[in-house]
Structures are given as structure tokens and as C-alpha cells.
């Protein structure tokens, strides 16, 4: 099988359509749970990284940490995918909604430029980075970590709708949206060149012998 080569750009709207083919070339799961179990299995080795830093640094592998973020980009993007979100539309009208939320919270500060569809994954962190600081939001590792846990566990309750025919997937777009904004926010503030950490992970899984 040849492998399908990432995109030379690595902006959402690309990586949501690699991640689509890649599915389909490797016959990953199409099941709605089993993509949400195997994103928290990988939250579960994101904490465990977390863990390592802090209380055995002898332990802890910067790499590790990395690949484990760039997993759950790549599971978020699926799990878009596999509700037919279009990731970026929807964040441009879920940031729009959060500048009216958080207005008064810009303590008289010009507001940042509108996020736009082609930013890459180190601009969008960036995008995102200056959108904290206008909101006056201080983040932390820790607080990011757990900011994240908190957002899957709003996925987890719109997949928990879908198994009665519930879901609603405008809901579902804007809380995978705010994981991804916290899992980007955690990667820069960690010294993470996500970037980077995609490729090398996508290269590695292309020779991967997939058992389950």
C-alpha cells in the first residue's frame, strides 16, 4: 500500500481530509466509540507523560509527549470526520460567538484579526495564543491538562446523545473545537513543534503493522 503523503501545508482543513484517506487506506475503525476510546486511551498516555514530568523527570521523554499530542489531534480530526464536521467553518463562527462572550474580558484591548480557514498548525497556535492573552486567560500545563480532559468529557456526553439519536453535531464541532484549542495551547506552552511530532508520527504509523 502506498503511503499517502501528509500535506504540504498542515492547516485543519488538510489534515481533516489526510486524516479521511489514511482511514480508508489503513481500514481503521469507522465505529463512532471505538474512535472516542481509543482518544482517551491516548489522553490516558498524555497524562501519564504529565505524570512523568513532574514526579519521576528520570522518566519522562519529550518525544513521547509529543507523539502523544499529535495522537490526539489526528483521533479529533477523525471523530470530525466520522460526524461529517467541517472543523473550520464552525470555528469561525464558534470564535466569533466567544468574542461576544468574552467581551468584557478584553479590558478595552483591540481585538485580535478573525482565525482564517489556511493557517497552519504553528500559526493556528499562535492565532490562538494571542486570542488567550486578549480574553485574559492565564494558561498552565496543568490547567491545559485538565481543561482538556474536561472538553473530552463534553464529547463524551454528545457521543453519549448520538447512541439515542440525539447527537447534535453543531454542539459536538464546538467542543471538539475547544479540545483542540487547549490540546494547542498545551503544545506550545510544552515546547512542542506539532508540526514536527505529526510527521514523524505518520511516518511511523505508515510502516506500522496495525494488529487492532
Known amino acids: ?17 489526510y486524516v479521511r484517506e489514511v482511514a480508508a487506506a489503513r481500514g481503521y475503525t469507522r465505529d463512532l466509540n471505538e474512535i472516542f ?34 495522537d490526539i489531534l489526528l483521533y479529533l480530526l477523525d471523530l470530525a470526520n466520522a460526524f461529517h464536521i467541517d472543523l473550520m467553518r464552525s470555528w469561525v463562527v464558534h470564535e466569533r460567538e466567544n468574542d461576544e462572550r468574552f467581551a ?36 498552565t500545563p496543568e490547567r491545559l491538562m485538565i481543561l482538556l480532559t474536561e472538553e473530552i468529557g463534553e464529547i463524551a456526553t454528545e457521543i453519549r446523545k448520538h447512541w439515542k439519536g440525539l447527537a447534535d453535531p453543531h454542539s459536538l464541532a464546538y467542543e471538539i473545537i475547544d479540545a483542540l484549542t487547549y490540546l494547542l495551547r498545551l503544545a506550545r506552552i510544552s515546547g512542542v513543534d506539532l508540526e514536527h511530532a505529526v510527521g514523524e508520527k505518520e511516518r511511523q504509523n505508515a510502516d506500522r503493522t496495525w494488529a487492532y
Open 1 to 17: 500500500m502506498k503511503p499517502q503523503p501528509l500535506p504540504v501545508r498542515l492547516t485543519i482543513p488538510a489534515l481533516q481530509s
Open 37 to 70: 476510546i481509543l482518544t482517551v486511551e491516548e489522553l490516558g498516555e498524555l497524562a501519564a507523560e504529565f505524570k512523568n514530568q513532574v514526579f519521576y523527570p528520570d522518566r519522562f521523554n519529550p518525544v513521547n509527549l509529543a507523539f502523544e499530542i499529535a
Open 104 to 139: 468584557d474580558r478584553r479590558r478595552g484591548q483591540p481585538r485580535a484579526s478573525p482565525i482564517q480557514p489556511d493557517l497552519d498548525l504553528s500559526e493556528l497556535a499562535e492565532h490562538l495564543e494571542i486570542k488567550r492573552q486578549e480574553r485574559g486567560f492565564e494558561d
